[in-house]
């Protein structure tokens, strides 16, 4: 969700986004083990994280290779 008043913080694709960027930062993570993790250490369902992946990868900060996710870094 996109963040507005009164909105869950625990189900916005910014807080998760974050939470998906911190694990990608130490290095790349496979899409389903990104799904299963997030989902069950913030709490939320796959659907919130799928959809937080899709706005990622959207907006070019992550890419996949081979169902592997990395950072979208910049040079």
């Known amino acids: ?35 299963i993790e997030i989902s069950n250490e913030l709490g939320v369902s796959m659907d919130h994280v799928i959809l937080t992946l899709d706005w990622l990868y959207s907006i070019h900060a992550i890419f996949l290779d081979r169902n592997e996710l990395f950072i979208n870094e910049v040079d």
């Open 1 to 35: 969700m996109i963040p507005s008043p009164g909105c869950d913080p625990k189900i916005n694709i910014l807080v998760i986004g974050s939470e998906i960027l911190k694990r990608l930062k130490n290095g790349h993570v496979t899409t389903e083990n990104m799904l």
